[in-house]
């Protein structure tokens, strides 16, 4: 490589200044930069420590859906519940009944839970985004924030068993996608204890893919080993 070659690939590509320069003159004194005071990050809002209460903000102003479109549903069952089952979002027939998990995915969902013994009346529902996003995909820039506000909403309830239901609610409890968590009891530590989680795929998957109904039915199994229903 010549001279030339290797000040090209440094950068210096022109061998003169368009204007004249003294040489032998001192040096300026090179300006005082002063720095910009940043402005300081938007502290998300303070979750509330009581169940009752957490419901009641989740559904206010305070949550990163506030702007979305759609009815703002809210979570269900009792506040002692030995299981939690968390989905994704609602779907799109939800809002008109205002509660999660409505028509044939929700049919499906209800035989699920008879099949080892429980029912909506006795599991806590919940989904990580309170209202729908676009298209039924969680934005990635609020992930995070809605990931931290479901794990508070699970050390509330401090279930005994967690059941995540699809790819989203996977990534906000586990840190990973579904269905490379499935098949494992993992610990989910909170401030009352720890709950044992079990990722699985969501009825909707299942009414599309009825083959996966099998390895659904050892989730399920899963769910329930050691827990008496």
């Known amino acids: 490589m010549s001279a030339l070659d290797w ?41 509330p420590a009581a169940l ?16 979305w479109r759609g009815v703002s549903i809210a979570a269900s069952g009792p506040a002692d519940a030995q299981v939690m089952v968390l989905v994704d979002c609602p779907d799109k027939d939800d809002g008109d009944a205002g509660t999660l998990m409505t028509g044939a995915t929700g049919a499906l969902f209800d035989r699920m839970l008879a ?7 006795t599991v806590h529902l919940a989904a990580v985004c309170a209202k729908r996003p676009v298209a039924g995909r969680m934005p990635r820039d609020v992930e995070a924030r809605l990931a931290e506000i479901s794990q508070h909403h699970i050390g509330l309830v401090a279930p005994k068993r967690l059941l995540l239901l699809g790819n989203a609610a996977s990534r906000a409890i586990l840190g990973a996608e579904m269905p490379g968590t499935r098949g494992s009891l993992h610990p989910f530590n909170h401030k009352r204890g720890q709950t044992g989680v079990v990722a699985s795929f969501h009825p909707r998957f299942l009414i599309e893919k009825p083959a996966a109904k099998a390895e659904a039915w050892k989730d399920l199994q899963l769910l329930m080993g050691g ?3």
């Open 7 to 47: 000040w090209q690939e440094a950068g210096v590509d022109v061998l003169v200044d368009d204007d004249p320069r003294d040489w032998l003159a001192e040096p300026m004194a090179a300006p005082v930069a002063f720095a910009v005071a940043a402005a300081p990050a938007a502290v998300p809002a303070a979750m």
């Open 52 to 67: 009752a209460d957490f419901i009641a903000w989740r559904g206010g102003d305070a949550v990163p859906e506030v702007a």
């Open 115 to 121: 099949a080892i013994g429980l029912s909506r009346e």
């Open 227 to 229: 827990l008496s229903a």
